[in-house]
């Protein structure tokens, strides 16, 4: 009876480290930049980002010194900030607007990031906007904080420049 005990644990064991393992790689295919590759040229903040395979630009940063994940939108006016992230992230509701979402029309409010960063880039008082009904992860990283910075893409790579 022992045995069959040790059996079964081992047997656990095995499937457990499998799914850790691909779980890992599953997660670095959909971002490739968890750990930001960042450095200075002189006064200069560089950021490189490696495209995911859907040829997206996921990314990981902090909020207000909590980290997220972005998804780099040049589409996107403001920074999005789903709902439910927004209250995690201690982010105040202000002024309801209205916005133009992939989805259509939806309920926003205004509100102001303090501090926000990926890698050696960071940006203060960037404008953004909390979507309720946007269910996500990822926080969109659009236009309001991209317009501070200078990038250029090549061959699957994003240089940011601030």
Do not use: C, K
């Amino acid at each position: 009876m022992l045995g069959r005990g040790f059996a079964i644990l081992a047997w656990v064991s095995v499937f457990a480290v499998f799914y850790l393992f691909f779980n890992h790689y599953l997660e670095r295919q959909n971002n490739p930049n968890q750990e930001v590759a960042s450095w200075t040229e002189g006064n200069t903040a560089v950021v490189e980002l490696q495209q995911n395979r859907a040829g997206h630009y996921l990314l990981n940063g902090t909020i207000n010194g909590r980290d997220v994940s972005f998804l780099l939108d040049t589409g996107a006016t403001q920074v999005a900030i789903p709902g439910r992230l927004a209250d995690e992230l201690g982010v105040s509701r202000g002024n309801r607007v209205q916005v133009r979402t992939a989805s259509g029309i939806a309920t926003a409010y205004q509100t102001r990031i303090d501090d926000l960063t990926f890698g050696d880039i960071r940006l203060r008082n960037v404008s953004a906007t909390i979507v309720p009904d946007y269910d996500s992860s990822h926080i969109l990283l659009g236009m309001s904080a991209l317009r501070a910075l200078e990038f250029t893409q090549r061959d699957g790579v994003l240089t940011i420049r601030q």
